[in-house]
């Protein structure tokens, strides 16, 4: 079960909508990872992949990703991954109904079990939890349009100016 409750906000949004329990706001919360896109691990499935190479380019265009991401982007693609596979088998289940002159709705939403009892689809089911997870970790990089709001972009950079010239002045002392 998740946290109860609304998730926490930013100490920035407290403070634009005035801050009313007059607690001291610390407002460079938060750890800031550089930005910069992970090496895809080699487990990932084809499909996997493909997601991996058309999400990182955005979520490294926005700063909301980094090495340290690199086990929460893979599992995301993975599932992503898993889906499409199952989404393509339910679809051939359905195009082998239709060719076979069965009701395609009852072909692909239900089956019936050895008894007779008529149940749901263990790949409807399938698509079901997966399609659920896939919101969950699509909401941890705020890829949601409920999620966006509760994401902060990481403004180190990679090669930012001023963090190279901090750098240089510190290994200069």
Known sequence: MGQRGPK?????????????GRRTLD????????????AAPVHLSLE????????????????????LDRAALAIYCQTWGR????EKALAAKQKK????????????????????????????RIIGKLQQDCDRYLASFGMSPSSRSRVKASVKRHGDPLEEAQREAWNNL
């Open 27 to 38: 407002l460079s919360e938060g750890v800031q990872p550089e930005v910069a896109v992970p």
């Open 83 to 86: 889906l499409v596979l199952t």
């Open 8 to 20: 926490p906000e930013s100490n920035v949004i407290k403070l634009l909508r005035g801050n009313p």
């Open 97 to 124: 109904a239709k060719e076979s002159g069965l009701d395609e709705v009852e072909a692909v939403f239900t089956h019936q079990t050895p008894t007779g009892f008529v149940r749901e689809s263990a790949l409807f």
């Open 48 to 67: 996997a992949k493909k997601e991996w190479s058309r999400i990182t380019i955005e979520l490294e265009s926005l700063g909301l990703v980094s090495r």
